[in-house]
């Protein structure tokens, strides 16, 4: 018997939490390489950036969120951490079960940013790379991240931003709207995602906005550091003692 082809799921800037799962779904299978071709190879350079701020340390605790297939979670685990890598999407969870499920201290659970299923004070660090902007109450996220962390743990956030110098903004928009649109239609299983995942970036708030809004959810000592000329902004903070 024939079976017809899921329609792509294409979510959109009201960002409705099954849509978005959905179309993450859709992709999870060829989602790592499928970025890696995209960003010219510079995720792995964001990840271990990413990795290095978190600073992970044996038998510490940490909360990956929007971990998708796992890569981030499997390098935060490589220091003796132990990593729940948590992801809204059903099929990047199943993914990750499938390529890292022999990791001994790594785990994974489907998880909403904005309800987290954990207990107050929980991580010692929690950490989202790319997914804070796919979140439809991303303030509310923040408070959640908030809550599962110990007084004096840590937040990293890695996330698209706003480029700062004027002439590599301009060639960032061109790759943006020219290039990324038909790359995307060869190397990715549902090329009308990365169209969304493309105006998503576009509507997110630069760095400075970003930065207010972890301040104001109760976290101290905020700061930010541009990766790749603001392409990526790398947030970190600490939950007050």
Same mark, same amino acid.
């Given at each position: 018997m024939m079976t017809t082809p899921a329609e792509p799921n294409r979510a959109d800037l009201g960002k409705d939490p099954a849509r978005v799962s959905g179309m993450f779904d859709q992709v999870a299978k060829n989602y790592d390489r499928t970025n890696t071709v995209l960003s010219l190879g510079n995720d792995q350079l964001w990840r271990a @950036?990413?990795?290095?701020a978190v600073a992970p340390r044996r038998n510490e605790r940490i909360l990956d969120l929007a971990a998708g297939t796992g890569a981030s979670s499997v390098a935060l685990a490589a220091s003796g951490a132990v990593v729940v890598a948590a992801d809204f999407s059903p099929g990047m969870i199943a993914e990750g079960r499938r390529r890292h499920g022999d990791v001994q201290n790594l785990s994974f659970t489907e998880a909403d940013a904005t309800a987290l299923p954990f207990a107050d004070n929980e991580f010692d660090a929690v950490t989202i790379s790319f997914g804070l902007r796919n979140v439809n109450e991303p303030k509310k996220a923040l408070a959640e991240m908030l809550r599962v962390t110990?007084? $004096?743990g840590r937040l990293v956030i890695a996330e698209f931003s706003h480029p700062t110098p004027r002439a590599f903004a301009g060639l960032y928009r061109f790759y943006s709207d020219r290039v990324l649109p038909r790359v995307a239609k060869t190397v990715s299983s549902n090329a009308e995602a990365y169209d969304y995942l493309n105006e998503s970036i576009k509507n997110w708030?630069?760095?400075?906005?970003?930065a207010a809004w972890?301040? @104001?959810? $109760?976290?101290t000592d905020v700061a930010h550091r541009n990766l790749t000329f603001g392409i990526v902004a790398l947030h970190r903070a600490v939950k007050p003692l």
């Open positions: @950036a990413t990795t290095k110990r007084p $004096g708030p630069d760095q400075h906005t970003l972890i301040r @104001a959810s $109760g976290w």
